[in-house]
């Protein structure tokens, strides 16, 4: 069983930075790909980006809305995975959420763990 806990979300303008957080439990944690998604209203919800643990290092994969922009990092020694917010649009307003999958992909239902959210506001 994992738990997640996102934390950094807020408002913001457009332009500006945020730095989201998500704390894991569990002593395994270096072996899930951790993943972000994003829901706005009336909108499904769909990838943002994901970083997989290998033996040979860590790969990472953004959407392509994203690309170039935020960046994801994990810290396997605090269970913590960041997503790097710059150059923010209105169009990233959403609620985020982190989540973990023991065989992961960038597919939300590969997924298996999630955590509660936390919202993201730019205002243009």
Do not use: H
């Not at 009336?42 to 943002?48: D, P, Q, S």
């Not at 997503?83 to 065989?103: F, G, I």
Request: some cysteine; hydrophobic content about 35%.
């Amino acid at each position: 069983q994992v738990q997640l806990v996102e934390s950094g979300g807020g408002l913001v303008q457009a332009g500006g930075s945020l730095r989201l957080s998500c704390a894991a439990s569990g002593r395994t944690f270096s072996r899930y790909t951790m993943g972000w998604f994003r829901q706005a209203p009336g909108k499904e919800r769909e990838f943002v980006a994901a970083i997989m643990w290998s033996i040979s290092g860590s790969y990472t994969y953004y959407a392509d809305s994203v690309k170039g922009r935020f960046t994801i990092s994990r810290d396997n020694a605090k269970n913590t995975v960041y997503l790097q917010m710059n150059s923010l649009k209105p169009e990233d307003t959403a609620v985020y959420s982190c989540a973990a999958a023991v065989k992961g992909g960038l597919a939300v239902y590969e997924y298996d763990y999630w955590g509660q959210g936390t919202q993201v506001t730019v205002s243009s």
